[in-house]
């Protein structure tokens, strides 16, 4: 920054030595972080994510807006998953910590390290793009009313509560299994035996 000017050749710069940026508002409520994941093989080429704080989740009119949001920016990157959820219930489903063989310490891994391994879990919301609609089939079409919408271009949300604090609930919880088991269990982590999904996406190339 220079000034209230920002000078956008060093922001460059930092994203083409790095891979990644990170914006937060002034407020520090917001924080937009861009990795990207260039010098890698497809299907995994980065990641967006978009931290928020969690009392404004609770106004229906934040909610609504947030969903329309997250849809253009899933259609101006062209992706095919994005996932919404408290920071607590990302990290407790995406990673694991493993003992290490000495018996000092941990180790941290991922349970599924992008979507061509799967998914770890379902959370407050779930944007599917075709890749996901395809695999999980007419299977979508059996969830519960109010838990599935077919948001157009492809895109369905699947969403088992209508707070992001009901996560981490054993009402959440068992909202979420009621789900999968209607989905499928082998799309998703088995977290109780540590096994990857057996069945995942058939991921392509973005049409250009």
């Known amino acids: ?21 990170s ?7 917001d924080f ?16 967006v994510f978009w931290a928020t704080s969690l009392p404004d989740t609770m106004a229906e009119e934040w909610r609504d807006t947030h969903l329309h949001q997250v849809m253009e920016v899933m259609r101006l990157v062209g992706s ?4 919404v959820a408290m920071i607590d219930d990302l990290h407790r489903k995406m990673e694991r910590f493993i003992p290490l063989p000495d018996g000092f310490g941990t180790e941290q891994t991922s349970t599924v390290r992008d ?4 998914l770890a879990g379902l959370f407050w ?15 979508l079409l ?16 699947v969403q088992p509560y209508e707070l992001p604090t009901q996560a981490m609930t054993p009402e959440g919880d068992a909202a979420e299994e009621r789900l999968i088991t209607v989905l ?3 799309c998703f982590y088995d977290h109780a035996h540590h096994r990857k999904p057996t069945r995942v996406p058939e991921l392509t190339l973005p049409a250009k």
Request: glycine share 12%; proline share 8%; hydrophobic share 35%.
């Open 125 to 139: 919301r779930n944007i599917f793009g075709p890749p996901f609609v395809r695999m999980f089939g007419d299977r």
């Open 1 to 21: 920054m220079k000034g209230e000017r920002i000078d956008y050749g060093a922001v460059l710069a930092h994203y083409d030595e790095c891979g990644s940026i």
């Open 80 to 83: 095919y998953l994005a996932q």
């Open 142 to 157: 059996s969830l519960p009313p109010g838990t599935v919408q077919d948001l157009g271009d492809g895109l369905v949300l």
């Open 32 to 47: 937009l972080m861009i990795y990207s994941a260039r010098r890698a093989e497809f299907p995994w080429v980065g990641s």
């Open 23 to 29: 914006i937060m508002d002034r407020m520090e409520r």
């Open 115 to 118: 979507p061509s391994e799967g």
């Open 184 to 186: 499928g269990p082998e």
